[in-house]
């Protein structure tokens, strides 16, 4: 099978590895040449625009915000360049409102549109063990799964409107935001009565709370270790924006989501926009004047 | 050895039973009679007065809250009643000024005092697997230690000043009230955008958030199964009121613990005080409008 | 002087009339004919399209929102009509990342541009009372200076940059909304005591808060008077969105307007879009089972 | 008519006095004794003891807080002082759980109780100028107008349940507070964008927001003018304290007030608790990075 492939950031590049492992064929193409390069090395071919790479029967895509998908599938046209029949697999953390516009513009050119957003850093993109969210219309699902399920340990669906899994993902990250805040304030609370964050943190997260995200997260704020960024706070800010406008648009309150909002900006007006999203602990730290001691 | 136990709510006949089968002698009192004379016919001595079950050189207690520590201990005079060098083992979920205070009566009258909160339910207390939180005068706990571990599954340590193990344990309340939220209102935003909560919520609870407590209240939301309650939902207002009045105490913002506070608040001003605590989730969804579909 | 007047809704209409009846020329246009018929009766001229009505040298808008100046002057051309030299005069209620962007358009196209947004409903406007604000390069400010005092009772300049304006703005439309978010709050509280919320508004707002903000929305609170709408409830939320965004851009956290936004979501899940913004206060009723007594 | 004097901080002098020169006779006490011998030497007489005070057949006091009044009135007997048939006026600012306490200790020593907590700081009370709540017994309330009325503008009848008067007045001091925090984070966001708080506050205080709360609060955040204090930030953050109790007896969600708790905790974090609590506004300045600018 012939399959394009767009956007090769960390993620990206992790899982087009994973396609060309599993024996397909690929055209590839990133804003920036390197990496592109290094999956020719393994086997892909390099596509000069993205409207190249988009002009095979499979399209993925895995490119880094709402900005980008526009440029490049609308106003670039790699849109347009979609062959009708074919389909093509959103991997992107976009707004749901984006993906709404984009399941219209598909179908209104008789090209199938996934959404299939993912769980997992690249590490576990590269292991094979992203989960994956799929969703769109079913033959369109069933056409592509064997390729999803190349990519990911499991496949969720979630439906024929795409969106929903774009809905979902921002759920998903809005959950773990809440997570870190969560960790922070109480481990603020217990640090203010002679707990160290450490040992309160590792009590909770071998018990009650022993799961993947908090045991990641609850180490990286007990070790304050914030560098290298997994996932930078901007980004994080930009998945709660997300949140936030889908909450909108469905008359949803959602109260902790916007004391995420609050603390993310108070963390980008400290300068660590930059740094791994877990340091929005330490604004729950610094408010409580336990920076100073 | 001779232990006294006071205070036979669910969890206190569980943890009372897991000593006497481990071979302890229990004089134990309760308010109301029933639960003791259950014990009596498990070998239990019964106690006319608090005081009398406080006469021992080890003494237990599991009492429902700050009030009925103070009318207990400081009002009927069981604290009184503890003979010189014997150790009074708390287990109740109390304030931290309380704890505080109580640490210092007891040294006033020369008895040991060992705060041990609990992580776990009834059922959990049965089955021995307890989190047994635990901090006193190093020696007491020393003392007491092989009777914790009769208890719980783990004692975890938090050093000499009594009144941490309470932080400990309203943080880690926290912490759990802080997840029904953050599940609730995901799930409305899902559910906002076509995706089934419990769809939603087991891709969540099975991955990122595969623990114990995502799982649990994740289910009980999904299936909104609020009755009976393992844990009510005033007593959830309860401990997050402790958990915010040690923030005060310590100058810590908990900006999450006022959106729970609030919601506690709104769900006992619509009737749902006795359900579980996990029925906080539908103030999410009702504040949507969801209710009404 | 010919004007060109562009947006003749019920505030835009008032406007326009203070021009005339200051005997500036006019020639105006609207979306809709009935508005601009009206005026032609007064003396205006009535243009057929907006780049008709924007060949003039001075120009004022007042649009609904940020989409419709989009549509007017950027899609439809209105720009591009602006004659060299002239003057635009902008004073709808705007982003600020918008004001930002239009004032650079603007600038590469040599025309002046002022943002003058007001505070004051239609009656005020009607009456010459509004308070106007003006931000803009000081000559074109200096240029357009009796006309705005034509219009209000007073004109605040806020410097040359016009986005400043439209951050006053929405920062003062915050204001408003916060404030009747906090009468609503206080009342709740009184009325669960067993205070009218008539006789506590009553109090406060001809004491320390005798403002008209206060006055005017206290009575309407008090009388639980939403209808007619004043200013719509999803108009309120829009310009809060905008506040929300514009302290986005500038890493500002506003965990007050977090509450608005929330709040006017729940108001419009319970069908309250259209009715006056003071609706808000509805909500703080409900949750608190007020409105079931 | 001979009246007992209790509390002669700033506030309670100004009464004082108030009293004393309408041609009251007054026996006054004060915990420290400097401020009654001043009294003495404009007429006053001086009680050795709380309960001499007590022991007329009208009693005022205007004591710090509800552990003042508990001491004075309960462990200290002055309660058990006052003398049948009596009444006793209590202008503090207290719980509205401890007013209903009081008004029950009252009456069941058949002794009248008007609450009668005032608006207005001590420059006002000595002008009369203090606005004052009322509620008791009417025939009580009516006994004592004169008094009040001699030492307010104005006094605002709240009906028979004196704990009402207390709710009207922590309602009112939440109300004080929510505006400077409105005022902070409107400011900030002007602040943000190039747009001075002066130049923002003084137009927002001069038009819609005109009353003296906003104007006063409002120049002391435009000058940061935080010394000395008119009243202290951790009074502040008690009032709100007390507040949200009130809030949570009636099942009141409160977004707004937990938002000030939170600020005035971080506040108190950063070593300004003795400073004026418009201070607040420097948490809003902090969060955004503009106190490093």
């Not at 526009?70 to 959103?90: C, K, M, R, S, T």
């Not at 219209?104 to 993912?118: D, F, Q, W």
């Not at 969106?163 to 960790?183: D, P, Q, S, Y």
């Amino acid at each position: 099978m012939d399959i394009g492939f767009i956007g090769l950031g960390a993620m990206g590049q992790a899982i087009a590895r994973r396609l060309l492992a599993a024996g397909y064929r690929l055209t590839v193409w990133n804003r920036s040449p390197l990496p592109a390069q290094a999956l020719a090395g393994e086997g892909a071919s390099i596509a000069a625009t993205p409207t190249e790479a988009a002009a095979r029967p499979v399209v993925f895509s895995m490119l880094a915000d709402d900005a980008a998908v526009d440029a490049v599938f609308v106003l670039q046209g790699a849109l347009q360049a979609l062959p009708a029949g074919g389909v093509h697999v959103n991997m992107a953390t976009i707004a749901v409102a984006l993906a709404e516009r984009l399941a219209e513009m598909h179908a209104a050119r008789g090209v199938g549109y996934v959404a299939a957003p993912v769980f997992g850093r690249p590490d576990a993109a590269a292991a094979g063990r992203l989960q994956v969210l799929a969703a769109g219309d079913p033959a369109q699902v069933a056409r592509v799964q064997p390729l999803l399920e190349a990519v990911g340990q499991r496949v969720w669906p979630f439906g024929s409107a795409p969106a929903r899994a774009n809905a979902v993902k921002l759920a998903g990250n809005f959950m773990l935001a809440a997570a870190i805040e969560t960790m922070a304030e109480a481990a603020t609370l217990a640090q203010a009565h002679g707990v160290a964050p450490a040992d309160f943190l590792g009590l909770m997260t071998q018990t009650l709370f022993a799961s993947p995200a908090y045991q990641n997260y609850g180490t990286l704020i007990a070790q304050q270790h914030y560098e290298p960024a997994g996932f930078r706070l901007r980004l994080g800010l930009k998945d709660v924006r997300l949140a936030l406008q889908a909450a909108d648009a469905g008359a949803v309150p959602m109260p902790v989501a916007g004391v995420l909002r609050d603390n993310f900006l108070d963390a980008i007006a400290h300068g660590d926009a930059e740094l791994d999203w877990a340091a929005l602990a330490k604004v729950a730290a610094r408010r409580a004047g336990q920076d100073r001691r």
